[in-house]
C-alpha cells in the first residue's frame, strides 16, 4: 500500500505546513496591528518549525549576561560591553578575559591551580549564533585562551587545536608567551606534594570553570568557557569546559547553556547539548536544567561526591539553573544591575 502511505505522508506535511503558515500569519498580523499603534513597538514572535512552539521575545529585557559562581567582574565586564552595543560573543570574551587575567583565580587562567607534575594547562571553546565554535585544549603559557578558541574558529579550517600546536598557533596570532605559574600556586603545589591526595572538594576544587551566556541587543546568543581545570589533576587530562555540546552549547534558535564542576560526569550525558534540546522540545530553561540533573544522578549513586550546576539561557531571555549540592551561584547582568543569584539544588538530604 505504498500509494496510501504517500497519501498520508503528503496530507501530513500539507498539514504541518498549513500550521506553520497560519501560525506565521498570525503573527504577522499581531505584529503589524500592533505598529500600527506604537511605534517603539518591541515585541517578537520566534516559532520553533519543529514543535510549532511560539515564543513571544521582548527586546526591552536585552541585553543581558549570564555566568557561573560569583565572578562579578567578569560578568559587568561582559555586560557593560552589551550595553555599547558590542556583539554576544565578543562581550562573553572580554568577560571571561577578567578572571583569566586574575591571578588570584586559582582555577581559571593565569595563576590557576598546576596538574601534578606542576604545570599549568588551560582548556576553552567558545560558540557564536552562527552554531560556528572554536576550542583549544591543553594549553601551556597563553592566558586568554577563550580569545585563542575563537581565533581557531575564525582563522583555521578546525574546530580544535590541542597543546603544543594550539601554543604555537598563538604566536602566529599575536599572543605572547607568559609564565602561567604564579608563586602561590606553585607554593599550593609542593604542600599538596607531600601528602598527594586526589579528592576534590564540593564547591572548591570542583570551582574550576567560568561559564557565560550573554544575549545581545540583536537577541543573538553566545557563549565563552574557560577554565585551568581540577586542581592536581594527572598530567594531559582534560575535563568537559572546552568540548562543544559539553561544558557549552549555542542553538542561536533557542538558547544556550553552560556547565561547571566535576567534568567527567558533565561529558558523560553531553549536558549542555541536552539542555538546549529539552528546550527545543518544549521545556523552559528552569525544567530544562533540572532534568539534566536528573539524568545525571539518576544513573550515579556517587552523586553526593561531586557538585555539577548548569545555568541556562533562552532566546525570550528566560533563565534556568539548577546543581547536585547547595551552595553553587550564578551572575545575572540585566537592565544595568549585576547580581548574585543563589541556585537551587537537588540534593536536599
Known amino acids: 500500500m505504498v500509494w496510501l502511505y504517500e497519501f498520508e505522508k503528503d496530507s501530513s506535511m500539507k498539514r504541518r505546513q498549513f500550521i506553520k503558515n497560519a501560525s506565521l500569519t498570525g503573527v504577522g498580523l499581531a505584529v503589524g496591528s500592533s505598529a500600527l499603534n506604537c511605534e517603539n513597538q518591541t515585541n517578537e514572535k520566534s516559532l520553533d518549525e519543529n514543535t510549532n512552539t511560539v515564543m513571544t521575545i521582548d527586546k526591552n529585557k536585552f541585553p ?27 562581550a562573553a570574551i572580554a568577560g571571561v578575559a577578567v578572571e583569566e ?16 607534575e606542576g604545570n599549568v594547562t588551560l582548556d576553552a571553546c567558545v560558540m557564536d549564533s ?18 585563542l578558541a575563537k581565533q581557531v574558529m575564525e582563522d583555521t579550517p578546525h574546530v580544535i587545536l590541542a597543546g603544543d600546536g594550539a601554543e604555537e598557533f598563538a604566536y602566529s596570532q599575536g599572543f605572547k608567551k607568559e609564565k602561567l605559574l604564579t608563586d602561590a600556586s606553585k607554593l599550593a603545589w609542593k604542600e599538596w606534594k607531600k601528602s598527594p591526595e586526589y579528592k576534590p572538594i564540593i564547591n572548591i576544587e570542583n570551582h574550576d570553570t567560568i561559564g557565560m ?38 542553538d542561536n534558535e533557542i538558547g544556550g547553556a553552560v556547565a561547571t564542576g ?39 549513586n556517587r552523586y553526593k561526591d561531586f557538585q555539577i550546576a548548569y545555568i541556562a539561557m533562552n532566546k525570550a531571555g528566560e533563565i534556568g539553573s539548577y ?21 537551587d539544588f537537588f540534593d536536599k538530604a
Open 262 to 300: 566535576m567534568g567527567e560526569e558533565v561529558l558523560k550525558t553531553v549536558g549542555s547539548f541536552l539542555i538546549v534540546e529539552l528546550m527545543r522540545n518544549g521545556m523552559n530553561p528552569q525544567q530544562a536544567c533540572e532534568e539534566a540533573i536528573r539524568r545525571i544522578v539518576s544513573k550515579n
Open 213 to 250: 551566556l550573554c544575549l545581545d541587543k540583536d537577541g543573538d546568543i553566545a557563549g565563552a568557557c574557560t577554565t585551568s581545570g581540577l586542581s592536581y589533576k594527572m598530567k594531559g587530562r582534560v575535563g568537559d569546559s572546552p568540548i562543544i555540546g559539553s561544558g557549552l552549547f549555542i
Open 101 to 116: 587575567e586574575n591571578i588570584k583565580n586559582t582555577t581559571v587562567g593565569k595563576g590557576g591551580a598546576p596538574d601534578r
Open 64 to 90: 543581558k549576561a549570564i555566568c557561573t559562581w560569583g565572578f562579578v567582574k567578569a560578568n559587568a565586564k561582559a555586560g557593560e560591553e552589551l550595553t555599547k552595543g558590542i556583539k554576544a560573543l565578543d
Open 130 to 147: 552562527n552554531g560556528d565554535c572554536g576550542s583549544v585544549l591543553y594549553v601551556e603559557n597563553i592566558t586568554n585562551v577563550a580569545a
Open 323 to 343: 546543581c547536585i549540592h547547595e551552595g553553587f551561584t550564578y551572575m545575572l547582568y540585566e537592565d544595568g544591575k549585576n547580581e548574585n543569584v543563589k541556585v
